[in-house]
């Protein structure tokens, strides 16, 4: 298995436009979350799904984000209008059960 | 509130020694604890899981405490290498769903 995958791995926008982040999780895997990393707040959890549905989306800042997961090998963030405090790497990872998470390599976004 | 802290400063220690890293929480009574290493740029990966019955988990170099009273985990590198340097996130879950709580994380620095 290739392992988590997340799109793109960078990504730049200015104040104001809409965002779209991509994750395709594990095959098998029917835990997928979604994860921003700051220096100042470290990996915080934004939202997680099983079997496709939102389970806990206490994580999300603001209505300004939004999460899916429309089948089991898909899901997206979305960020629309994206701020520069958004600036981050987001991190989506999935998992089988209470053993481990499998994280992907991240995407780097920057908001000017 | 729920807190979880990792040594906030970076631990710099001798090629070969044993580095030991410290994970505290507070007003929280999780059923498993993890740590995670990440490296720069890149997704955290697993490393260790230990159960909250269970005070002592060991794998390969690696040894991992949980004291429930005490509310602290104790993560042990021994016979460090440089490749180990790194930063290291405990991460604590609760037990009847997946979600997971990080740390900020420690930074290792191993000295050849």
């Known amino acids: 298995d290739a392992g988590v995958i997340q799109s793109p791995r960078h990504e730049v926008t200015e104040m104001g436009q809409e965002v779209t982040l991509r994750c395709k999780p594990i095959s098998g895997h029917d835990y997928l979350f979604w994860y921003r990393q700051t220096m100042m707040r470290g990996l915080e959890l934004l939202i997680y799904f099983n079997n496709n549905v939102p389970i806990d989306d206490s994580g999300m800042p603001e209505d300004r984000f939004s999460a899916k997961m429309p089948n089991a090998s898909f899901s997206t963030l979305k960020i629309q209008p994206s701020e520069p405090r958004d600036s981050a790497v987001y991190f989506c990872?999935?998992?089988?059960?209470?053993?481990?998470?499998?994280f992907g390599p991240g995407t780097r976004l920057t908001v000017l | 509130s729920q807190k979880i802290e990792q040594n906030s400063e970076a631990l710099n220690i001798q090629e070969g020694k044993t580095a030991t890293l410290t994970c505290n929480y507070t007003?929280?009574?999780?059923?498993?604890l993890q740590w995670y290493r990440q490296d720069p740029g890149r997704g955290p990966v697993f490393l260790l899981l230990i159960r909250e019955n269970e005070k002592e988990k060991r794998k390969e170099r690696l040894k991992v405490t949980f004291d429930t009273t005490l509310k602290q985990s104790l993560f042990h590198i021994t016979a460090s290498q440089p490749a180990d340097s790194a930063t290291y996130l405990c991460?604590?879950?609760?037990?009847?769903?997946?979600?997971?709580?990080f740390g900020t994380g420690t930074k290792l620095q191993v000295i050849p």
């Open positions: 007003n929280y009574s999780p059923a498993y």
């Open positions: 991460a604590l879950l609760s037990g009847g769903y997946q979600k997971v709580t």
């Open positions: 990872a999935s998992t089988s059960s209470y053993n481990e998470q499998f």
